[in-house]
């Protein structure tokens, strides 16, 4: 499909500035890398993280100086791919609902620079690269993989018939913390449900602060959303899930036998989470994304610190 120049190269508001899909990407390709959100790397970097995490509490767990590196690399491809796969299909879905919301309508379904055909056949073939990296891990980890795909699917139509779809996200995005286990032992043990869990409630509460920024146009669209639930106490409403994110880590931690090393870094995760709830106070869109986006630098330093203390253990 034929679409504009300013069209194509027009960046979304809440892509990075001036990123290479906007700058130098050929603009027959610039349509499908923003319906893989290739701009907007947050995206599979929260996807990414419950997987490092458990990668790393499964490395403490089994005695190893480190996580698997080759596993930790087909995570990082996978959620790459995989979160195209995912957001093609989520625009595919809610391309007459992005049309009304100012933040989502340029994206390129709802703007006319990519049928619904065209969107379809590249969120396919994704589809099947994410099936070549799944494949290379144990059986039960494929199974675990593909059985995730039922709640993919079922996500774009929560934000019709709820007021909380991001506990769907959650119960999606937070996947890894089960794979990333699994690809280890092959099996799911006490620590990979409990961070798991942790993770579903960090997304229930960074992606509340991202719906911040729709409100207004949510309303008038009819779109629901944890933001909208929560409303006044949505300050609140983070906190207590930023809360149970921390300790439910934390006792994975302690059920993995993890060290000292892991639950200082799980402190300077807390602190951080603490800072964005304080923050949310009064924000407005630009620093409700931004405090969204931070959640890439909060998930690493947890990720750093379960990595490390395996080696620590390992060594000492």
């Not at 996580?67 to 007459?96: E, Q, Y």
């Not at 996200?169 to 990979?192: E, I, M, R």
């Not at 579903?200 to 779109?223: K, L, N, R, S």
Request: net charge positive; with cysteine.
């Amino acid at each position: 499909m034929a679409s504009s120049p300013n069209a194509t190269d027009a960046p979304l508001p809440d892509a990075l500035k001036g990123h290479w899909v906007d700058t130098r990407a050929p603009r027959r390709l610039r349509p499908y890398l923003k319906l893989a959100r290739i701009e907007r790397p947050i995206g599979w970097q929260l996807l990414l993280l419950p997987c490092w995490w458990a990668a790393g509490l499964a490395a403490i767990a089994a005695g190893l100086p480190f996580p698997n590196l080759w596993h930790c690399l087909l995570f990082l491809i996978g959620a790459i791919v995989m979160r195209g796969a995912g957001s093609t299909f989520n625009d595919i879905v809610d391309r007459k609902l992005d049309a009304q919301v100012a933040r989502t309508r340029g994206r390129p379904l709802p703007s006319g620079q990519v049928s619904p055909k065209e969107a379809a056949a590249f969120m396919i073939g994704l589809s099947l690269v994410g099936l070549a990296i799944l494949l290379q891990f144990n059986r039960f980890t494929v199974i675990a993989g593909i059985a995730s795909l039922a709640i993919v699917a079922i996500y774009p139509f929560m934000k019709r018939i709820t007021n909380m779809p991001q506990f769907v996200l959650g119960l999606a995005f937070s996947w890894g913390g089960l794979v990333g286990w699994s690809a280890v032992f092959g099996q799911l043990d006490v620590p990979a449900y409990l961070i798991y869990a942790a993770a579903v409630f960090w997304t229930i509460g960074y992606d509340t602060i991202y719906a911040m920024q729709d409100i207004e146009d949510d309303v008038i669209a009819g779109i629901k959303s944890s933001a909208r639930y929560f409303g006044a106490f949505t300050q609140q409403a983070v906190g207590f899930c930023y809360g149970m994110t921390i300790a439910l880590a934390g006792v994975a931690a302690w059920f993995a036998g993890a060290g000292p090393v892991a639950f200082v870094a799980l402190a300077a995760f807390a602190l951080h989470l603490g800072w964005q709830v304080h923050s949310i106070a009064g924000a407005d869109g630009p620093t409700a994304l931004k405090l969204f986006r931070s959640n890439w630098q909060a998930g690493l330093i947890l990720a750093a610190g379960f990595a490390l203390d395996a080696l620590v253990k390992f060594a000492f």
